[in-house]
């Protein structure tokens, strides 16, 4: 009797030495889910630096073709097409869903189509205001989808990453070029030289006045005749300037910290 008292007692301590729980089991240890969580977490964050890495490269080659390419409607045509392109880059950097993304390709090439087959057969100054709209219109659609993304990876993450600088970077990009653009527009469809020095305004000559414009450089080789042109050229010195001094360098600045979630 007392051995079968025994056994069972054994059979008994054996069941609850089973039943506790591990030691990685252990509060505050790492679990599964919590591992594959920091995976994904990783990866989404590889796969935005490559996005906005991506857009940041088209960027600078559109800006770099558009400034050195010679004055001639194949160059201007090529010019449009990176644009294009870099507009749905643009999309797909700031997390539009694959259906919508295919769905907003088909506008996107068909105004390239027409801007460049404008180019290529049409002659003539409203022809060329015309088509510098258009391709200031292809600009002015990225900036919108980049804010998207960089806000929703500022909530997502608490912390400025990597591809929050490269979003802000291609946001200042595409202001230079997007007044480039609408100073040649002035100049073909205003009727009146854009340049005080009587200076045609080739794509590479407006991409140069625009961007030293932006930073504030102002050589004083080029400069606005027209009140319009002026004014236009006051605005995006002024938004260069607020831009560096308050987005850039609070985004710089806060580069790897976390903010804490708040209750």
Not at 4 to 32: E, F, H, I, K, T
Not at 102 to 128: K, M
């Amino acid at each position: 009797m007392n051995k079968r008292v025994q056994r069972l007692s054994a059979l008994a301590a054996a069941g609850n030495l089973a039943g506790m729980p591990a030691a990685d089991s252990a509060p505050g240890a790492p679990v599964p889910e919590i591992r594959a969580s920091a995976a994904a977490d990783a990866t989404a964050g590889a796969r935005r630096r490559l996005r906005y890495g991506l857009l940041l490269l088209a960027l600078t080659a559109s800006f770099t073709v558009e400034g050195i390419a010679y004055e001639g409607a194949a160059a201007q045509a090529l010019v449009t097409t990176l644009l294009g392109a870099t507009l749905l880059l643009a999309f797909w950097a700031g997390g539009m869903p694959r259906r919508r993304l295919q769905r907003a390709a088909i506008p996107v090439a068909a105004l390239v189509l027409a801007v460049d087959i404008a180019l290529i057969a049409g002659e003539g100054q409203t022809v060329n205001g015309i088509t510098r709209l258009a391709s200031g219109l292809l600009v002015a659609l990225a900036p919108p989808a980049i804010v998207v993304g960089v806000l929703r990876t500022l909530r997502s993450e608490r912390a400025v990453t990597v591809d929050v600088v490269f979003g802000a970077l291609c946001l200042y990009l595409l202001a230079g070029m997007f007044f480039a653009f609408m100073y040649g527009a002035v100049d073909n469809l205003g009727g009146n030289p854009f340049f005080s020095q009587g200076l045609a305004t080739t794509p590479s000559r407006c991409l140069y006045f625009s961007f030293t414009t932006l930073t504030t450089v102002g050589y004083g080789d080029l400069t606005a005749r027209t009140n319009l042109g002026q004014t236009l050229a006051v605005i995006e010195a002024l938004v260069g300037q607020i831009y560096l001094v308050t987005v850039v360098a609070t985004i710089v600045g806060n580069v790897g910290s976390r903010r804490r979630p708040t209750d």
